[in-house]
């Protein structure tokens, strides 16, 4: 009987709440249909996006425990031991904030970028400072920035500029900073943890420019990882190599003066003459030993060089995207209605017990 009981008082429910949907049908049809034209409006002001993906497959560096079954284990729940070994500090789980670091950043203000319809052919500072697609939602928004911006310029104006005009990443001017900001916002750097396979993407209302912004990114970290990873095999290397050439010009010093001594005293049989001949022909042969020696050891220098360099395997590359990323128009317009729909039934149906809620309290106050 209590279970009849409730199911009945349920269905009372409803049909109440029903009703009171259907009493205020014109006020909630009024509200759906003012959100539906705010979503025409802001999907008419809205510039589309486009995003460019490019998923590489870096390689890690060795280490028994992150390849043994426990790293397995551990990737499984989210632990990585990359930097178990100490051999490599740098690892995939650091290449996000390599790629938000300022100088990174900074770096990239430089870059060429063209737009899809090629009539724009710059730098990607200028670009986003003066020919991205903008609404007027943008100028809305940034207005109280530069009016402050433009108040605090009157009050120093007669201070001098401490920015200079390059890119310096540790004095930024306010609007350089607000570039990395923005670009910020739009680079994507996520990695596996189970995979160490790396995902970076970059989002611009330009498709063209969003793929030369995330191959860019993708070919920089890759080169500031390999630097990183061969700097010691190359000073080693680049120290090999100037100890190889002083012994190849002094063995090249060392066969001219036996060739010469040997020329000048054909037919000669006195012995200072065959001590000395025999003297530089034992150090030509040391000079030769020590040359050889180091020509083996810079041939293994350039080996360690080549087995320090990782090797980054890319999954899929940047490609100019034809599709946006952002919501489409249409579906701005259906989601503003529903939201407009939902806010009113919710008004119709909990006004009044808030109504009641409130003016009870406020009895038992009094």
Not at 26 to 43: D, E, H, L, N
Not at 227 to 255: F, H, M, N, P, W
Request: aromatic content about 10%; proline content about 3%; charged content about 25%.
């Amino acid at each position: 009987m209590d279970g009849q009981k409730k199911k009945l008082l349920n269905e009372t429910d409803l049909l109440k709440m029903l009703g009171q949907l259907f009493a205020k049908w014109k006020f909630i049809s009024i509200v759906t249909v003012c959100s539906a034209i705010f979503g025409v409006v802001m999907a008419l002001s809205t510039v589309k996006s486009y995003t460019t993906e490019v998923v590489v497959a870096p390689e890690s560096s060795s280490s028994a425990l992150s390849s043994s079954g426990i790293g397995s284990l551990a990737s499984m729940v989210g632990i990585d031991f990359g930097m178990a070994d100490g051999s490599d500090a740098i690892y995939p789980m650091l290449y996000p904030d390599i790629v938000s670091s300022l100088p990174f950043m900074t770096a990239l203000f430089d870059v060429k970028v063209r737009n899809v319809d090629e009539t724009v052919d710059t730098t990607y500072y200028t670009y986003l400072k003066h020919y991205q697609e903008r609404t007027w939602l943008d100028a809305v928004k940034e207005f109280p920035k530069k009016t402050v911006s433009w108040l605090r310029s009157l009050a120093s104006s007669s201070k001098p500029n401490v920015y200079g005009s390059g890119f310096n990443p540790y004095m930024l001017s306010k609007d350089q900073m607000a570039m990395v900001e923005k670009m910020n916002k739009a680079i994507g750097v996520f990695v596996d943890k189970k995979t160490n396979v790396l995902t970076i993407s970059f989002t611009d209302r330009d498709a063209r420019v969003a793929a030369i912004m995330a191959e860019t990114i993708t070919e920089r970290l890759q080169k500031e990882v390999t630097e990183y990873r061969t700097k010691k095999a190359v000073d080693d290397c680049v120290y090999i190599e100037g100890l190889y050439l002083e012994a190849k010009d002094s063995l090249e010093v060392a066969q001219k003066r036996y060739a010469d001594f040997v020329d000048s005293h054909k037919n000669v049989t006195k012995e200072i003459v065959l001590v000395e001949k025999e003297r530089l022909m034992a150090d030509k042969e040391l000079k030769t030993t020590i040359f050889a020696q180091w020509a083996q050891q810079l041939l293994l220098a350039k080996a360690k060089v080549q087995e320090k360099t990782p090797v980054f395997v890319t999954l899929k590359p940047a490609a100019i995207s034809v599709r946006a990323s952002s919501m489409g128009r249409a579906m701005m317009v259906v989601l503003y209605a529903f939201l407009g729909g939902l806010f009113a039934s919710a008004y119709v149906l909990f006004k009044e017990p808030f109504i009641e809620s409130w003016n009870r309290i406020r009895r038992k106050e009094e």
